[in-house]
């Protein structure tokens, strides 16, 4: 059974940094990255990794915000810096089965920027 779980959410002032972390097991990963759904939107894509460490980005949040991961604990990591208001949400965790090519999602962690 694959499982992804978030952490690292919370509150913080606009200009701040916060982190997330999201740790799947269950499955080995190709790519694995983060979504996000502000109230009233629709979810977007904040960031990818691949397994050989190539990334993507949504333009809104390059040079601010920075992915990583490592492939043995199957964990991905989100360093958001510089936090804006429009940078509220519910962040997802996203995971792509290298085997079965079956996408999984966590059940989301809320960043709040707010002062």
């Known amino acids: 059974q694959v499982r992804l779980v978030e952490s690292g959410g919370g509150l913080v002032q606009p200009g701040g940094s916060l982190g997330l972390s999201c740790a799947a097991s269950g499955d080995t990963f190709s790519t694995m990255g983060w979504y996000r759904q502000a109230p009233g939107k629709q979810r977007d894509l904040v960031a990818l990794?691949?397994?050989?460490?190539?990334?993507n980005y949504a333009d809104s949040v390059k040079g601010r915000f920075t992915i990583s991961g490592d492939n043995a604990k199957n964990t991905v990591y989100l360093q958001m810096n510089s936090l804006k208001p429009e940078d509220t949400a519910v962040y997802f965790c996203?995971?792509?089965?290298?085997?079965?090519?079956?996408?999984?999602w966590g059940q989301g962690i809320q960043v709040t920027v707010s002062s």
């Open positions: 996203w995971a792509l089965s290298l085997w079965t090519a079956i996408d999984y």
């Open positions: 990794i691949t397994r050989g460490g190539n990334t």
